[in-house]
């Protein structure tokens, strides 16, 4: 079992920057596959960015290429994401969610992921 925090979401103005983390305990999170969602209002959950359980491979919408970046760091079993260029429909709750599964690739949809943080709030206000 394997608990996900959010943390460094908030309010920040159009163009503003922000940077998400994720601090995973219970389990180690390196050897899994890691991602982060949004939920905007009346909205289904949707994929923003996916990471590979080395890093090597990322997985990016089309609507965040270019602006935002995922990371983690396995010895601080800790995933990031940095988040640039921010757009009034960034405006959401963000989450991130790891596999169970080892050596897994990134996955895109929300029923590939087994265990999910509490989610932080981002809102982009112009």
């Known amino acids: 079992q394997v608990q996900l925090v959010e943390s460094g979401g908030g309010l920040v103005q159009v163009g503003g920057s922000l940077r998400l983390s994720c601090a995973g305990s219970?389990?180690?999170?390196?050897?899994?596959?890691m991602a982060w969602f949004l939920k905007a209002p009346g909205k289904e959950r949707e994929v923003v960015a996916a990471?590979?359980?080395?890093?090597?491979?990322?997985y990016y919408a089309d609507s965040v290429k270019g602006r935002f970046a995922i990371s983690r760091d396995n010895a601080k079993n800790t995933l990031y994401l940095q988040m640039n260029s921010l757009k009034p429909e960034d405006t959401a709750v963000y989450y991130c969610?790891?596999?169970?599964?080892?050596?897994?690739?990134?996955?895109?949809?929300?029923?590939?992921?087994?265990?999910w943080g509490q989610g932080t709030q981002v809102t982009v206000s112009s």
């Open positions: 969610a790891a596999d169970r599964v080892l050596w897994a690739p990134a996955k895109t949809l929300a029923t590939g992921y087994d265990y």
């Open positions: 219970g389990r180690t999170c390196g050897g899994y596959a």
């Open positions: 990471i590979s359980w080395n890093g090597g491979s990322t």
